[in-house]
């Protein structure tokens, strides 16, 4: 048994769940780890989130976005139990009904699914954002999607962008950002898509829809869980679904019709740049090449992002910088996996 081990041991046995059956329910991008707790009486489970301090991770803004949450009435999980210090939590476990399992095992319900998701937004966005989130600024957003050029260009072409391209770049991308403004910030969870969303039809209304993976939860423009939502990396939402659940958040919270549409092609084109970043970069450095089998989906996102007029002078400037995904492209990033620095 390893040191961490022991301490999760421990974490369990302080909280009560000592004889619990431990299984492991899932790992993600980052360094975080899942498991499962079932007692072996009643059958009750939890989950145990472990976040290695050690390696980065960090349970308090899980801890604050989570009560929050709750506090909203919404169905984030609740935490049973915590020790921030070592980086573990006891979870509500809200079940394995995650949308992208339940759509493909019940297709009939996946335009029930994304409204209830939509109409959490709207419902979300009616609330005062927390005074200690950090905002998602036009220079944060510009440099973060900056990343497709740090690490996809590289690995797809062998060949570094400059750092005068990459000023120029994001001078031009955060113009267009700058733009969108003024508006009010509300809480954004940004990664609000299918494979954080859960459904739960046993309770009432938004309450249905539970949430998970918040934690890097921002200030930022009301239209960006919604490009998070309909723009999934890791599945096709229909275009006329997509196109009714922007249409109806529009006309729910009464924005600007052309400049919320405008905002979410600009959040589109700039999540969607990052995430070819990361990407490219969990593929290069964190040894994960099946991220690479996602570009595609991204790419083709991207486009129908920049095809919006108001982004002409950044659609340039990805035409000139960045290579188009192709296959071959793609085998060339995952034949690199893990061949960065790790230093």
Same mark, same amino acid.
């Given at each position: 048994?390893?040191?961490?081990?022991?301490?999760?041991?421990?974490?369990?046995?302080?909280?009560?769940?000592? #004889?619990?059956?431990?299984?492991?329910? #899932?790992?993600?991008?980052?360094?975080?780890?899942?498991?499962?707790?079932?007692?072996?009486?009643?059958?009750?489970?939890?989950?145990?989130?472990?976040?290695?301090?050690?390696?980065?991770?960090?349970?308090?803004?899980?801890?604050?976005?989570?009560?929050?949450?709750?506090?909203?009435?919404?169905? #984030?999980?609740?935490?049973?139990?915590?020790?921030?210090?070592?980086?573990?939590?006891?979870?509500?476990?809200?079940?394995?009904?995650?949308?992208?399992?339940?759509?493909?095992?019940?297709?009939?319900?996946?335009?029930?699914?994304?409204?209830?998701?939509?109409?959490?937004?709207?419902?979300?966005?009616?609330?005062?954002?927390?005074?200690?989130?950090?905002?998602?600024?036009?220079?944060?957003?510009?440099?973060?999607?900056?990343?497709?050029?740090?690490?996809?260009?590289?690995?797809?072409?062998?060949?570094?962008?400059?750092?005068?391209?990459?000023?120029?770049?994001?001078?031009?991308?955060?113009?267009?950002?700058?733009?969108?403004?003024?508006?009010?910030?509300?809480?954004?969870?940004?990664?609000?898509?299918?494979?954080?969303?859960?459904?739960?039809?046993?309770?009432?209304?938004?309450?249905?829809?539970?949430?998970?993976?918040?934690?890097?939860?921002?200030?930022?423009?009301?239209?960006?869980?919604?490009?998070?939502?309909?723009?999934?990396?890791?599945?096709?939402?229909?275009?006329?679904?997509?196109?009714?659940?922007?249409?109806?958040?529009?006309? #729910?919270?009464?924005?600007?019709?052309?400049?919320?549409?405008?905002?979410?092609?600009?959040?589109?084109?700039?999540?969607?740049?990052?995430?070819?970043?990361?990407?490219?970069?969990?593929?290069?450095?964190?040894?994960?090449?099946?991220?690479?089998?996602?570009?595609?989906?991204?790419?083709?996102?991207?486009?129908?992002?920049?095809?919006?007029?108001?982004?002409?002078?950044?659609?340039?400037?990805?035409?000139?910088?960045?290579?188009?995904?192709?296959?071959?492209?793609?085998?060339?990033?995952?034949?690199?996996?893990?061949?960065?620095?790790?230093?």
């Amino acid at each position: 048994m390893t040191d961490r081990q022991a301490l999760a041991t421990a974490f369990v046995a302080a909280a009560g769940w000592g #004889a619990a059956r431990r299984d492991v329910l #899932a790992g993600d991008a980052s360094n975080r780890r899942y498991d499962r707790l079932t007692d072996p009486v009643s059958g009750t489970r939890a989950v145990l989130m472990d976040a290695p301090p050690d390696k980065g991770e960090d349970v308090r803004p899980f801890i604050r976005v989570a009560r929050h949450l709750t506090s909203l009435g919404l169905s #984030a999980p609740r935490i049973l139990a915590e020790d921030a210090t070592a980086g573990f939590l006891l979870l509500e476990d809200l079940g394995d009904d995650l949308f992208a399992r339940a759509i493909p095992a019940a297709p009939q319900i996946e335009e029930q699914l994304y409204t209830a998701a939509t109409d959490l937004l709207v419902a979300l966005h009616q609330h005062t954002t927390p005074g200690d989130l950090a905002v998602y600024d036009p220079p944060t957003m510009a440099n973060l999607a900056a990343l497709a050029l740090d690490w996809y260009v590289p690995a797809a072409t062998g060949a570094p962008v400059s750092l005068a391209e990459r000023d120029a770049f994001c001078a031009v991308f955060e113009t267009i950002l700058a733009a969108m403004e003024p508006f009010t910030p509300v809480l954004i969870q940004r990664d609000y898509h299918a494979e954080n969303l859960l459904w739960l039809p046993q309770r009432e209304g938004i309450a249905r829809v539970g949430l998970l993976d918040f934690q890097d939860a921002m200030a930022g423009h009301p239209a960006y869980d919604l490009v998070s939502l309909l723009e999934d990396a890791r599945r096709d939402v229909p275009p006329a679904l997509q196109a009714a659940m922007l249409t109806r958040y529009i006309t #729910a919270t009464g924005q600007d019709e052309a400049r919320f549409r405008m905002a979410f092609a600009a959040l589109g084109a700039q999540r969607n740049l990052r995430i070819i970043g990361v990407f490219a970069r969990l593929c290069v450095r964190d040894g994960k090449p099946h991220y690479i089998d996602l570009l595609p989906r991204v790419w083709a996102h991207l486009m129908n992002d920049l095809a919006h007029p108001g982004l002409a002078p950044l659609r340039r400037k990805v035409e000139t910088l960045l290579p188009p995904v192709t296959a071959a492209i793609s085998q060339r990033i995952r034949e690199k996996c893990m061949t960065a620095p790790t230093h």
